[in-house]
């Protein structure tokens, strides 16, 4: 799989590459990022041009109190970062996909706008995102009948030919999806972490094979769980989804916080199963305009879920349109020959809708500069491989301690170690002592030129 010059850019700027990152310096947030990819659009430019080296004669009149030139110079720089990153995702098996990708969920850039995500990692059928479906939401920690409830909720829209759409965590989403994926369904998970290790488990590999389910994540594949990044993902469950259904909320947390989220921007009609539960939230959630799901699930019929929405004023709502994808009936699940677009609006429609989300897309047709790298092919290029590369470039101009390394390279220390022991053997580099650094070995040093040059 190759990485386009654009798509590289926008990793650059919005990606975190490594789990624990931290520190003064900060991918652009989807907002950040939603306003300078309009300014962009605006002058005409594309975020591969950024690529060129040439950022203060393009962006001479680009004025912002938090994306500043020095950040925006800094992320892309990170380019050591971004190819070993990428090699060791890509040869896991996932995928990359940005906002000009023509799989980008539709209703996230129609319902969201600029605040849609610039970037998300994925793994399974780009198709699904598409198709709409019955997102399922709840909580971790359920009785069991809640959770056979759910599982049947989920056979039953396998039955329906609709899609369950959720987070993936443990307890209701998950269980959702399962019931799904056991029915020959489809389903779609929205992550919030650990994607790369999820998409590599076992309970979901042979879905993943037979092209029934698609796992994505805005956030670094590698990412342990952060009750942040948990919230945020919230919305774009609801609105990569026809209807919603909250089998069992809290009266805090992430799946209250989503279903007052979704209430109050009115993306899809949210159903609430009634509890006896006093712990749950799930009557406040009704008396605040959810519409009560039945508690039997022999009384369920998932096309009842996809009603005709109710009008819906949109004087209160910036991230909601009155005209969105609608959900009259049960949506088709999308197969690989199929993907059109939502809902009943045409292709022209979609296209008055489009913003500042779609820069990538809506950048004029123009001649790239010599000077933007090509797209990266990273199909039969090691770890090892990228780090003698750049270390040898790192290097050229004098020995360098290990600090120094890891912080251009943004690796980890000790994998940072078991490299430089490797070169320093294999006659790549030469280890100085007091203070220790590393230099490029003289043999090598006309190697490592041709190799930073090809």
Not at 207 to 219: A, E, G, K, Q
Request: aromatic residues 6%.
């Amino acid at each position: 799989m190759t990485i386009s010059a654009n798509t590289q850019a926008i990793l650059l700027l919005t990606a975190h590459f490594t789990k624990g990152e931290s520190g003064a310096l900060k991918p652009l947030t989807p907002k950040e990022y939603g306003r300078f990819a309009e300014w962009l659009r605006q002058q005409s430019l594309a975020p591969e041009q950024l690529l060129s080296g040439r950022l203060t004669d393009m962006l001479g009149a680009w004025q912002d109190k938090t994306v500043t030139i020095d950040r925006i110079s800094a992320l892309l720089d990170r380019g050591s970062a971004l190819a070993l990153t990428m090699e060791k995702w890509l040869r896991a098996g996932l995928w990359v996909m940005t906002r000009s990708d023509p799989d980008y969920p539709k209703r996230l850039k129609h319902y969201l706008r600029g605040d849609s995500p610039a970037v998300f990692f994925g793994c399974g059928n780009k198709i699904l995102l598409n198709g709409g479906g019955l997102a399922v939401v709840g909580s971790r920690n359920v009785k069991e009948a809640d959770l056979d409830y759910t599982r049947k909720v989920g056979a039953l829209a396998a039955s329906a030919g609709v899609s369950i759409v959720s987070g993936g965590a443990r307890g209701v989403d998950e269980t959702a999806m399962l019931g799904a994926l056991e029915a020959e369904g489809t389903a779609v998970g929205i992550l919030s972490d650990s994607l790369l290790r999820v998409c590599s488990s076992a309970k979901y590999r042979r879905y993943l094979l037979d092209n029934n389910l698609v796992l994505i994540s805005p956030f670094n594949p590698e990412a342990g769980f952060k009750v942040g990044n948990a919230m945020q993902r919230n919305k774009y469950i609801y609105c990569l989804s026809d209807a919603a259904l909250a089998v069992h909320s809290g009266k805090t947390g992430g799946t209250w916080n989503g279903a007052q989220e979704d209430l109050r921007y009115r993306w899809v009609p949210l159903w609430v199963k009634r509890t006896d539960d006093p712990e749950a939230g799930n009557l406040e959630l009704i008396a605040a305009g959810g519409r009560e799901a039945p508690s039997n699930i022999d009384e369920v019929e998932i096309s009842n879920f996809f009603e005709e929405k109710a009008d819906q004023s949109t004087a209160d709502q910036p991230l909601s349109s009155s005209n969105g994808p609608s959900a009259k009936k049960p949506p088709a699940v999308p197969r690989p020959e199929a993907g059109a677009d939502p809902g009943t609006e045409t292709q022209a429609e979609w296209r008055q809708n489009q913003t500042a989300a779609e820069i990538e897309q809506q950048a004029p047709q123009h001649e790239v500069d010599a000077s933007v790298p090509e797209a990266l092919d990273l199909s039969s290029v090691t770890f090892y491989e990228l780090f003698l590369v750049k270390t040898k470039e790192i290097c050229g101009t004098r020995p360098r301690t290990t600090d120094d390394l890891v912080e251009a390279l943004a690796v980890n220390k000790t994998q940072l170690n078991d490299w430089l022991k490797q070169a320093v053997e294999d006659g790549e580099l030469t280890k100085l002592v007091k203070p220790v650094r590393y230099e490029v070995s003289l043999k090598q040093a006309t190697l490592a030129l041709e190799s930073c040059d090809r």
